[in-house]
């Protein structure tokens, strides 16, 4: 396997991300935010299998020429891809975890900014819209940690994959 071809990979996984993560999620898979297990499970679940799917397609396209590859290696990297990206995205969707962050709006933060701006040295003013600005940005970082999660996940496939060729 050469360098170009890892680079191939590499662009490939992030196809895959956003093809799966984006317009592949549909409203049923966004029902993974529910509080209630028996709503959040079978909608993750839908949504990493759509990963692990996708996963397995491109392990078994891209090593399907090499000797003792089988659909094995497929399947255990695939299980791999399901179980990080059912785990990680619970975190970041659980009420009781990440998925207590929310986000702001453009519009929303100027209107926040306004507020302590008219505030003055109100206190109670401030600590209330501090809290509003920290759980947006502990939103992103939540946003962010969790799609690095995905890629160093797409890196160990590949690294996988890598292996396996050098080591057959």
């Not at 956003?18 to 949504?47: G, N």
């Not at 519009?107 to 600005?133: C, L, S, T, W």
Request: aromatic content about 20%.
């Amino acid at each position: 396997m050469t360098l170009a071809y890892v680079f191939f990979l590499l662009v490939l996984f992030q196809g895959k991300h956003f093809v799966a993560d984006f317009p592949l999620q549909t409203d049923y898979m966004l029902r993974k935010f529910s509080p209630d297990w028996r709503v959040w499970i079978p909608a993750l679940s839908a949504h990493a299998g759509v990963h692990a799917f996708f996963t397995f397609y491109i392990v078994v396209f891209v090593m399907h020429g090499y000797p003792y590859f089988g659909v094995p290696l497929a399947l255990a990297l695939a299980a791999l891809d399901f179980v990080v990206h059912f785990t990680m995205d619970r975190i970041k969707a659980s009420p009781n975890l990440l998925g207590r962050y929310k986000n702001l709006s453009a519009r929303d933060y100027m209107y926040y900014k306004r507020i302590m701006e008219q505030a003055g040295n109100h206190p109670n003013v401030h600590i209330q819209v501090n809290k509003v600005f920290r759980s947006n940005r502990n939103f992103w970082w939540a946003l962010g940690f969790d799609q690095m999660v995905h890629h160093l996940t797409h890196y160990a496939v590949i690294y996988a994959m890598v292996a396996w060729t050098i080591l057959h």
